[in-house]
Every structure is written in C-alpha cells, then in structure tokens.
C-alpha cells in the first residue's frame, strides 16, 4: 500500500504576505518601439486577482513611473549610450520606489519596459538590504555591453555594466542563464568580470535543473536574498513571440516555468522584475499571460 504521507522533499514555499506592483513603461533602452505597453498588458492578464488567489494577502498597484516618450525628447548628441541621462533618471525614480518597499516589508515586483530598468531596481534593493543582492539574470542577451562596446548605443544592452559600476550588484554572486546572442565585447567581459554565464548550449547539454541549481548556488553566496530578472525573450519566441528582442533557440515553456519553481523552494526570492513584453507583436496577449504564470511560479505556486 502507497503512503499518503507528504514526502520529506516536499519544497517549502514562501509566499510573500504584501506584493507592490511598480510598472515602468520604458522603452527609451531599446530602438523597437512598444515595450512601454508592457506593463499595461500584464496586470490586463489578471495579475491582481491571480496574485490574490495564489494566497498573496495584499497587492498594492504603485501605478507607472512616469517616463517621458521619445517624440517629446530632443534628438540625442551621445550616439553611443542613447537617452541615458533620462533612463537613469527614471531609474532613481524607480530605485526609490523599490527601496521604500523593502524597508516596509513588501516583495517589489517590477514589471517593465525595456531591460534599462534594472538599474533602478537593483540600486533600490542594494541600498535597501545594505548589501548587493544575489542577481539571477534570465535573457537570450548578456546586456553587460558598455558605451565603447556597444554597437547599437541602446542601454538596454547595458545594464549589468552599469549596475556593476554602482556596486548595485557583485560579480561573484551574479548569474546569467539563457544566453544566445552575444556580443563579442560581452564575451570578453563576462571573462574577465568572473560573471558566471550559462548559455543555451550548456542548457542543452546538462539540462535545466542542473544550470538552475548551479545558478542558486552562485547567486545565493552566504544565504541573502535573490533578485531575478527575467528579460521574456530569454523564452523562445514560439512560446513568447510578443517581446521586444526576439531570439530563436530560447527555454521552453517548461525550463522558464522550473526556474522559477526552483527559485521559489529556495525562500530567498526577495524581489522580481518581468521586463521586455512588446505587446504590439503578441498574440491575443498570450506572451503576457505566460508572464503573469511565471510570477506566479516564482511566489510558490506548483504542480501539487
């Protein structure tokens, strides 16, 4: 006869009691246009009331950071870092925010925009725990490039530098999983950096729950709180075509959602950041509700 008892495996989830929902229509870090829509089109998703019935006590909807469009900007002069004094201004804005909700006791879940606002969402954290959280940073891209690196100019492909130069984040505590498409300066600086990377390649080889375990090992140093950043076209665009910078060969439907299962057994997850939702290339909002699904499976809701 079968025992009904509960297995001692059975993960411990940790579901925070206060959630506070900052949006930051950004999309100032990229050239393709849309990601500002982004968190307009999660919270249509049901956020909320989803949130509410995965046992969340309270959710507390900060609205939008206000960020200005980039019709009402003059034209920029440094071609290299585009409209950087302003995204860093929304950023202080934001890291402000997020600080304010960590002191308080609530769980800041902040939902973007282009990848540009990390650097307001890890200043806040880091200046709130009085120390460098441990980063796990999903995304098809490395965005470690810095203005000379960078080809493109766009500082959504910079803000792991930038949070590396503000001493927001550690290096040795910093992980980026799901990498595809790599610039050559990126390459060279998560060398040299000790920034610890997994690509989809060593996914591909050693599997999903070997990387995530590898990736909470690092990040979790001597036992503070995790920060996920989960840029959604570190998903293949067959399952999130509605993103801002879409890369073939991403993590399946599966490997996204026991990432964040992972992460949540671990009872560290201290704050989370959903980024890169370009609602104008979805498909009857299904990539926004994929992101609604991982939040929630990053807060503890599971299978059984």
Known sequence: MLSTAPSAQTPQHRTPGL???IGVPMDLGADRRGVDMGPSAIRYAGLRERLLALGVESVVDHGNVP??????????????????PIILAVCEQLSHLVEETVRRGGFPLVLGGDHS???????GVSRARKRAPGLIW???????????TSGSGNVHGMPVSIALEEHSIDASRTVLVGLRDVD?????????????????SHIDKVGMERVMEEAIAIA???GEALHVSFDLDGIDPSEAP????????????????LAMEMVAETGRLGSLEITELNPIFDERNRTADLAVQLILSALGKSIL
């Open 220 to 222: 979790s140093g001597d």
């Open 184 to 200: 050559a300066g990126e390459k060279r600086r998560i060398r040299e950096l000790g920034v610890r990377a997994f690509s989809m």
């Open 117 to 123: 606002i990390a650097i307001g969402t890890l200043a």
């Open 242 to 257: 509605g993103v801002g910078t879409p890369v073939r060969g991403g993590l399946s439907y599966r490997e996204a959602h």
């Open 67 to 84: 960020v200005p469009v980039a019709e009402s900007l003059a034209a920029e002069a440094t071609k290299n870092a585009k409209y950087l």
């Open 138 to 148: 999903v995304d098809a891209h490395g965005d470690i490039n810095t203005p000379l």
């Open 19 to 21: 959630v506070e929902v």
